[in-house]
């Protein structure tokens, strides 16, 4: 008894992923649309990627990376000017 209820919770925990999956693709699918029509009206997507990562980031992240960057450029004799 206990297998076909051990199999049926397994059926049910694969068809939730399956629907979450599906649910993703599609969010995913609406996403890159949004950047679509976002350059088709001038604006770069890369750089619009960047700003929604940086967005997600807390500000003590951030701000480490931003001086990593500005390190590594350093470095390597870059000079940066983002002024942010």
């Given at each position: ?13 694969i068809e939730r992923i399956e ?51 500005e390190t590594y450029a350093a ?10």
């Amino acid at each position: 008894m206990s297998d076909v209820i051990a199999a049926e919770q397994l059926r049910l925990f694969i068809e939730r992923i399956e629907r979450l999956e599906d649910e993703k693709k599609g969010m995913a699918d609406d996403i890159r649309d949004v950047y679509a029509e976002a350059k088709s009206t001038g604006y770069d997507p890369k750089t619009m990627r960047a700003i929604v990562r940086l967005r997600r980031m807390e500000k003590h992240h951030r701000d480490e990376a931003a001086a990593l960057l500005e390190t590594y450029a350093a470095a390597l004799g870059l000079q940066l000017s983002f002024g942010i």
